[in-house]
T-cell receptor, first 113, second 112 residues
Framework: GAVVSQHPSWVICKSGTSVKIECRSL??????MFWYRQFPKQSLMLMAT?????????EQGVEKDKFLINHASLTLSTLTVTSAHPEDSSFYIC?????????FGEGSWLTVV | TQLLEQSPQFLSIQEGENLTVYCNSS?????LQWYRQEPGEGPVLLVT?????EVKKLKRLTFQFGDARKDSSLHITAAQPGDTGLYLC????????????FGKGTSLLVTP
């Protein structure tokens, strides 16, 4: 089946630094990639929708200048958390979609200290 | 964002019992998906329902999509400890660019 890989699986960074998370579709080309955020014991909240070669569409309340999304190819999207703060600590999950299916990555744990 | 209400939020039952999880919305979805998620992992797709009134069975799990495509239910028969996990419903709509809008989830604990 289709595989989506996220990297890194977990990262600890200092407050004020930036962190990049990659999302790759390994054996298919994704028309669209989505980024979600999940706090402990809560559900997934959509952050942004990303299409290859165009600017991402952000959900209300998500700062586009803080969460930079680059979608350079049909198999790779990156999320950069800029000037990270402890409240940005969360589980970040991407999904890559084709016309009929969404495929989720394994998620990336971000801890900002 | 189209709101999906999922209930119950928490459920603790004993092995062998039956349970039903509900997912309701005032919006119509082109499809509705059910996922199961283990701690620290991405969600895993259980089923996709697309037709109003559709019923799908996956071993002891039965999924139903409402006639109006606004609601869905997940019924588990004779629950087992291995069923423990977070169950999420997610609706897909062209109005949201086919992004998945997730319900708040149902955390299920099945004890032996």
């Amino acid at each position: 089946g289709a595989v989506v890989s996220q990297h890194p699986s977990w990262v600890i960074c200092k407050s004020g630094t930036s962190v990049k998370i990659e999302c790759r579709s390994l054996d298919f080309q994704a028309t669209t990639m989505f980024w979600y955020r999940q706090f402990p014991k809560q559900s997934l909240m959509l952050m942004a929708t990303s299409n290859e070669g165009s600017k991402a569409t952000y959900e209300q309340g998500v700062e586009k200048d803080k969460f930079l999304i680059n979608h350079a190819s049909l198999t790779l999207s990156t999320l950069t958390v800029t000037s990270a703060h402890p409240e940005d600590s969360s589980f970040y999950i991407c999904s890559a979609s084709t016309v009929s299916q969404h495929y989720f990555g394994e998620g990336s744990w971000l801890t900002v200290v | 964002t189209q709101l999906l209400e999922q209930s119950p939020q928490f459920l603790s039952i004993q092995e062998g019992e039956n349970l039903t999880v509900y997912c309701n919305s005032s919006s119509v979805f082109s499809s509705l998906q059910w996922y199961r998620q283990e701690p620290g992992e991405g969600p895993v797709l259980l089923v996709t329902v697309v037709t109003g009134g559709e019923v799908k069975k996956l071993k002891r799990l039965t999924f139903q999509f409402g006639d109006a495509r606004k609601d869905s239910s997940l019924h588990i028969t004779a629950a087992q400890p291995g069923d423990t996990g977070l169950y999420l419903c997610a609706g897909e709509s062209p109005n949201s660019g086919y992004a998945l809008n997730f319900g708040k989830g149902t955390s299920l604990l099945v004890t032996p």
